[in-house]
């Protein structure tokens, strides 16, 4: 995949002009045509470059999406759905214009049913607006991508994060989703039940669509209980390879670990400056328990057993909530404190997923290829998952870096699949993957173009991501 | 639903006589049509009537189910995926004739990969078979239905049963799936890894689409972890209301449970001269734990503290497995002890599901409906996901019985979509609950249709189920 592979779609001048009178003239002030605001509408926190939407409008309600859509069908002009814009693969860029769909208006908590231990949001709502909405219930939702997304751009790009090994991911946690369809219908895609067997599995087809196929408008989702104890720490170890043998062993004995992260020596030896953390500049496993005051008591013991076992350094562990947040703010910032080994450096960022049998062995070869083509890239990772993330430091000025930055990502894709794995974990395909897809999936591509075309013949929703249509 | 709505398909017979002519040619022995075998591959649990197939075929391997796949596609003949004909909604049926694939033959376990905790199976194997095979691993598949089910069937009903409270249901435990499509091309959803943004989520589309999307010819599955240790017992409670009450709390206290199973007194009754359980004729709860030494009994120990806030009895629990064995045993014979108390009725099964808070009150009208009607009619319920099962006993030679049965089940169905939740927790649709889906998910229905008709134009995979095509 290189920059110019991105898909182009062709613009439809009068549609969009048509489009631009009917909205401007329906929403008054909530339809804004101004290019800074249009380009923060497509700005990517990758290298992606800008390809801003032609106007952008704020419903408040699913009719209001149905107004735009509705709209948009009739004059063949894009749709895309924006959240905050914190994805990392061009989701938000309108490569042939349209309307961008903000839903920062659409940002109620509707509905908190805490026996069944779920909720009902609106697009808009960030995962911690609704954290801190849910404070006074026991209850918490516990997918935790780095940003503070939307969730329904997490609900999009079937997102999940560090708890995911205990958690799931948007996958597990979406119980149903109500979304204006390319034809301007509305389509809820199931009830509050927590299974069911009603037909084709509607939530889950949604749930990592990209806004390619419906624009979300509201979303069910699981809750869990917040849990009565927590303990967590840090475990260094001389290998990554090492690391890795400590987590399998950790998966294999069933311990329900919340949190596993390994950060790779680089990554630490940056966040050992910038988060001021006291841990040898090795290769180190952050780890979360959640359960009982004695469960989770057991569980870091069993576990400093298990690391002693694969050659661990002393395994420190807290329950004291200050101790452990200085530790998972340290894991967070991980993207600010890797800035800091290149000032002036953008990062690109990568998620491929193996199974987890092969992740020592993606990683060492990942950091022979760091080294041997000269970058400076740290790793962090969701290891219970065999998720890891390189972060490739460039100057996104110079040509030359972004061809052996694109050069790298491909191989580590192409290691990922070979490997059984994916390019994408959690991040989605949007456009910068789009050259990976079809190496992973082969024919399934052609089954997701099928579905595509009969639910969007006009091709008006988020045009240009996923995957070509031809 | 009536079995007077039961949805015809025309029968093709040039196709089906030239199919017929085919495959006999090409599987000699491996492909019959005796009438009693014919019947028995449409032979359902319930009473809704046997629409034999034309002809079994029993292929081995996924390039001949390609073969009959592809016979079938030109001569437009209908083709049904059977595995061990367990299902109970007429899933195996064939209304307008064609060819049934019987996947026994494909049986073999592939590969099990303990350290990612997957293996890859066969569609035929069994639940059974495979945790045979799994022994000696440390490793067990969870999902279990009451049934020796097949996991190819399984995985098309998106079955669970008593632990998906703990570990999910098939919709959470299928890693990917290989699946022969309706014009014989072969599609592989997913890689191994743990989880994945890439693209539309084929996997989740194929689970629970009940044969009408593609023949499942290869599944990777979750594995689990046996337990180290496990306890389990039985608590008596004076209703219904209280029992789910408790059910509630320990969901809420983040209890992680393995089974929480609900047996009405009426159940009970049956279940005591049957299985010789020596509990009062009152609802019970039935509950498992999994974990270490400590934490089971430190779960056990919570729940005892919990039923007794919510006036149940003398919660009897133990760690010894023969003593567990029995309880479960009794439980999983739940079917054949209800047959007791009506000697020579046939069982009606159904299988609602609703959001946790409205179990009790949605059991309690149920009740009250079964009284009202005079039906004979025990329930037992997965009850820590809010699914529940009436056994109606019916003399299926009277109609006026019949009839008395198909109206209570469709009072309950629409019972269960008022309070949010769903006509199907496990079952899936098939012919029997296709009635139902339309009053559930209303436009989302014309979502899946338009699916079908874009993976399947010509309607050959098992038409006639889960809805109408027009």
Same mark, same amino acid.
């Given at each position: 995949m290189a920059l110019s592979d991105l898909q182009t779609v062709e613009r439809n001048e009068t549609g969009i002009a048509a489009v631009l009178g009917i909205l401007k003239q329906r929403f008054g002030e909530r339809f804004q045509t101004g290019q800074s605001l249009r380009e923060q509408h497509a #700005?990517?926190?990758?290298? +992606?470059p800008v390809q801003a939407p032609d106007g952008v409008a704020f419903p408040e309600t699913t009719e209001e999406v149905q107004e735009i859509v509705r709209a948009c069908a009739e004059h063949r002009v894009p749709v895309i759905a924006f959240g905050v814009?914190?994805?990392? !693969?061009? #989701? $938000? %860029?309108a490569p042939g214009g349209g309307i961008s769909v903000d839903t920062? @208006?659409? %940002? @109620? $908590? &509707? !509905? $908190? %049913?805490a026996q069944d231990l779920d909720c009902t949001v609106e697009p808009g709502v960030t995962r911690v607006e609704l954290n801190e909405y849910l @404070?006074?219930?026991?209850?918490?939702? /516990? +997918?935790? /991508? *780095? =940003? %503070?997304?939307?969730l329904g751009g997490m609900a999009a790009t079937r997102a999940s994060g560090t708890n995911a090994v205990r958690y799931g991911t948007m996958r597990d946690n979406v119980l149903s989703l109500t979304a204006v369809m390319a034809d301007g219908s509305v389509v809820t895609?199931?009830? @509050?039940? &927590? &299974?069911?067997? =009603?037909?084709?599995?509607l939530t889950r087809l949604l749930v990592g669509s990209e806004g390619t196929l419906g624009i979300i408008t509201s979303i069910t989702l699981k809750l869990a209980g917040i849990p009565q104890a927590v303990s967590g720490g840090v475990c260094p170890f001389p290998t990554v390879e090492q690391a890795c043998e400590a987590v399998i062993a950790t998966i294999q004995m069933g311990i329900p670990v919340a949190r596993i992260e390994l950060v790779n020596a680089l990554q630490m030896r940056a966040m050992k400056t910038y988060s001021h953390l006291d841990y040898p500049e090795s290769p180190c496993l952050f780890v979360e328990f959640h359960g009982s005051e004695a469960g989770v008591a057991e569980q870091a013991e069993t576990f400093g057993e298990i690391t002693a076992e694969y050659g661990g350094g002393a395994f420190q562990w807290t329950t004291v909530a200050e101790e452990r947040a200085k530790l998972w703010k340290a894991r967070h910032d991980a993207y600010w404190s890797s800035l800091t080994l290149r000032p002036g450096a953008r990062g690109l960022s990568t998620d491929v997923c193996v199974p987890i049998s092969r992740l020592a062995e993606c990683i060492a070869e990942t950091e022979a290829d760091i080294a041997e083509m000269g970058l400076i890239a740290p790793i962090v990772g969701h290891v219970g998952d065999g998720n890891f993330h390189v972060l490739v430091l460039m100057d996104v000025e110079d040509p030359a870096e972004i061809a052996l930055s694109e050069k790298f990502v491909a191989r580590l894709n192409s290691r990922a699949v070979r490997m059984? *794995?994916?390019?994408?974990? !959690? #991040? *989605?395909?949007?456009?910068?993957k789009m050259g990976f897809l079809d190496q992973e999936l082969g024919h399934g591509v052609d089954v997701m173009r099928a579905i595509k075309k009969a639910l969007d013949p006009q091709n008006i929703l988020n045009p240009g991501k996923i995957f070509p249509l031809s």
């Open positions: #700005h990517t926190t990758t290298y +992606i814009g914190s994805s990392l !693969e061009g #989701h $938000v %860029n920062s @208006r659409m %940002n @109620r $908590v &509707k !509905e $908190v %049913n @404070r006074d219930t026991g209850l918490f939702f /516990p +997918i935790d /991508p *780095g =940003a %503070n997304a939307s895609t199931g009830r @509050r039940a &927590k &299974k069911s067997s =009603a037909g084709y599995d059984d *794995g994916t390019c994408t974990g !959690e #991040h *989605g395909i949007g456009q910068g």
